[in-house]
């Protein structure tokens, strides 16, 4: 076990050393790279610093956000004996499990330190956007620990699906509102365009940045695909690291399902790092819905980040800002782009992309609570899908391998989903590749 003491007390700024850096961010008007002045009006200003960072490869975590780590960190590396055998395979499997932490997933990482940064620059008060509920959750939690005051707008569908989220969000004190809303310009917008529109990420990124920057003493933070926040999750691998060493084991595959890329990049790039330095060859697999396949099926380009055009442009894999994905029940993949690292290391082959059917998540997502004895997240299901076509790659190439994935969140608020699985409700969605591309063809008028 990895004592308290043991604790990473550094995160791990990848950016520093990438051996491509990715193109800059770009502004909406005037398409010039942003700068530092740019993004204060949006996030606290040692947000954007991180965001920015080039410099520095390691970046102290301050000792306010270690002590409110501690409350659930270091999580547990777990060897997963019971897959093993159900699978019958020669591999090692081991699992990260961030399910631990008090929210239920990876995002409270980020959140305390997000929270933490903007409460010290004197912010009052805090919005964001969440999908299946599982960012705000954890937003929640931290401005309550923090005391600073937070505004949610939710998925309208997920609001509605996963009430219990919505509950946990108000328990510890937050506003939650459906998105798309009237509260905000981009809400009315839409609602009045598709008056039946079930809300998506983009949207309710747009609402939570217009409701920022119409009041006072307020800041906006966002749960993935920005560089800070695949800062902060780097704790995961660096934690894994030491847990491994402890184990006597390196992954030959790292595995993390794949919404915006947070968990993805917070157990992947500090293992990443030894390849970059030729001292390992390790592979490192993201896992996607097959629904929203920016990784392996969308095209690199510049596009926002929300549905409306209010951040700034982002080189990205992507579908398309207004792509609308089915409504499969991981919630928290469903989101049209990917942080401009990933994607850059996806770009230069340091990262892999697997699509993964919604059955087939699910099924493997069953297969784990049954060995392993915990629900997982129908997010990470998806990683435990693609370490099990790992598992069953390694029995039949008779190789012995080394898998690491990243239990990115519990599936106890999801099991609604569950539900309809087991009764045979749920579906496999297929996209043509041509109202793929087509969406992404709009991209060219951007810049
Ligand atoms: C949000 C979430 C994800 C997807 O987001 P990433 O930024 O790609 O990590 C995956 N799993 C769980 C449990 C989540 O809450």
């Keep these: 076990m990895l004592s308290e003491k043991e604790m990473p007390t550094q995160w791990y700024n990848i950016l520093a050393e990438m051996p491509h850096q990715p193109l800059p961010a770009l502004h909406p008007g005037t398409k010039q790279p942003m700068t530092a002045e740019d993004w204060y009006p949006l996030f606290a200003k040692e947000l954007v610093h991180q965001e920015l960072n080039t410099s520095d490869a390691w970046i102290d975590i301050p000792e306010e956000v270690y002590e409110k780590y501690k409350i659930y960190r270091p999580t547990p590396l777990v060897r997963a004996y019971n897959l093993e055998k159900a699978l019958d395979t020669p591999a090692h499997i081991y699992f ?17 330190a997000q929270v933490y940064y903007n409460k010290m620059e004197g912010v009052t008060n805090l919005t964001t956007e969440t999908g299946a509920g599982q960012w705000g959750t954890a937003m929640a939690l931290a401005t309550k620990m923090f005391g600073v005051e937070l505004a949610v707008y939710m998925v309208k569908i997920s609001y ?4 219990y989220r919505r509950s946990l969000m108000q328990t510890w004190g937050a506003q939650v509102i459906a998105s798309p809303s009237m ?4 809400g009315r917008k839409i609602i009045t365009e598709h008056p039946t529109y079930q809300g998506s990420l983009g949207t309710a990124i747009s609402e939570a940045i217009e409701l920022a920057m ?5 800041k906006y933070t966002l749960g993935s695909v920005l560089n800070h926040v695949s800062l902060h ?12 060493e402890m184990a006597g084991e390196y992954p030959d595959v790292v595995i993390g399902c794949f919404g915006g890329g947070s968990n993805f990049s917070g157990i ?19 896992a996607e819905p097959a629904s929203c396949p920016k990784l392996t099926r969308g095209q690199f380009h510049y596009d926002f980040g929300d549905e409306a055009g209010y951040t700034p442009l982002i080189p990205m894999f992507t579908l398309g800002h207004d792509f609308a994905p089915a409504h499969i029940h991981a919630g928290g993949l469903r989101y049209h782009g990917a942080g401009m690292l990933v994607s850059q290391l996806l770009k230069d082959n340091f990262i892999e992309a ?3 059917q919604q ?32 598992a069953k790659l390694a029995k039949e190439e008779g190789k012995q391998k080394v898998i690491l994935f990243n239990l990115s969140g519990h599936g106890f608020v999801d099991m609604s989903a569950y539900d309809q699985y087991l009764a045979g409700d749920l579906m496999n969605y297929s996209l043509a590749q041509e109202d793929i591309d087509k969406n992404v063809a709009k991209l060219d008028q951007l810049v």
């Design 354 to 356: 697997m699509d993964i």
């Design 160 to 163: 509605e699906q996963k009430p």
């Design 268 to 286: 992947s790039f500090p293992f990443l790092r030894h390849n970059f330095k030729g001292n390992a060859t390790t592979r490192f697999v993201s």
């Design 96 to 112: 990260k499990n961030e399910s631990v932490s008090p929210v239920g997933s990876h995002k409270l990482n980020s959140a305390i």
């Design 233 to 244: 999750q780097t704790i995961i691998g660096l934690e894994a690291e030491k847990q491994m």
């Design 359 to 390: 059955l087939e998540s699910f099924e493997a997502g069953v297969l784990f609570a049954q060995t392993e004895g915990i629900m997982p997240a129908p997010e990470s299901a998806h990683a435990i899908a693609a370490a099990v076509r790992e």
């Design 183 to 186: 509260s905000t310009r981009a």
């Design 214 to 218: 119409s009041t006072p003493n307020c």
